[in-house]
């Protein structure tokens, strides 16, 4: 039975920083890449970033580029998520999700994990 | 940036069929994706490679491609399926992965 269970989240202030995971099961993760995406409160899915089953590929979508690192540790079957200088706009439900490559559907995804950026 | 245009809302009757619409620039030249989130939950994927349902998804779900313009079909409308559903693509040109911004099945 796959799982994703993402954890990590929580309330920062602005500027801070969180750092999020997600630990997989039931598939074999270090096949797949792997991808965070997010939803505000009340509006639509957001992509976010998106790694190679090896790691050695890497995108983020504009909104995070610079601010969010995202990287895996396929030993340990696990995605995690670096966010620095938090914003209030990425407050949103953050969810990790498998797919076989990066042009490719999310066949899998967690439960989320909510990330509140406020003072 | 590639964009992906669906309604907002699509109201349908029980036992009819609702078609939920996902335009972008040459989107039948990509893959299009459909998933299903009902509330408070995450999503699940309907919709494969435009058209090829995963197992254990119901057949009255359906999907297709060409053009500017993928659709997602729903016969025999269930209350149960009453939900937001979102269609997905990825964009070669900047390898990015776009969402439509969703729509909301009411079911009436």
């Known amino acids: 039975q796959v799982q994703l269970v993402e954890s990590g989240g929580g309330l920062v202030k602005p500027g801070g920083s969180l750092r999020l995971s997600c630990a997989a099961s039931g598939f074999t993760f270090s096949d797949y890449y792997m991808s965070w995406i997010r939803q505000a409160p009340g509006k639509g899915l957001e992509w976010v970033s998106y790694i190679s089953s090896s790691g050695d590929t890497i995108y983020y979508a504009d909104s995070v580029k610079g601010r969010f690192t995202i990287s895996r540790d396929n030993a340990k079957n696990s995605l995690y998520l670096q966010m620095n200088s938090l914003r209030a706009e990425d407050t949103a439900v953050y969810y990790c999700a498998g797919g076989a490559g990066a042009n490719t559907q999310f066949e899998y995804w967690g439960q989320g994990t909510l990330v509140t950026v406020s003072s | 940036s590639y964009e992906l245009t669906q309604p907002p809302s699509v109201s349908v009757s029980p036992g009819q069929t609702a078609s939920i619409t996902c335009s972008g620039d040459?989107?039948?030249?990509?893959?299009a994706s459909w998933y299903q989130q009902r509330p408070g939950q995450s999503p699940v994927l309907l919709i494969y490679r435009d058209s090829t349902r995963p197992s254990g998804i119901p057949e009255r779900f359906s999907g297709s491609n060409s053009g500017n313009t993928a659709t997602l079909t729903i016969s025999g409308t269930q209350a149960m399926d009453e939900a937001d559903y979102y269609c997905q693509a990825w964009d070669s040109s900047t390898e990015y992965v776009v969402f439509g911004g969703g729509t909301k099945v009411t079911v009436l």
């Open positions: 040459k989107l039948g030249d990509k893959y």
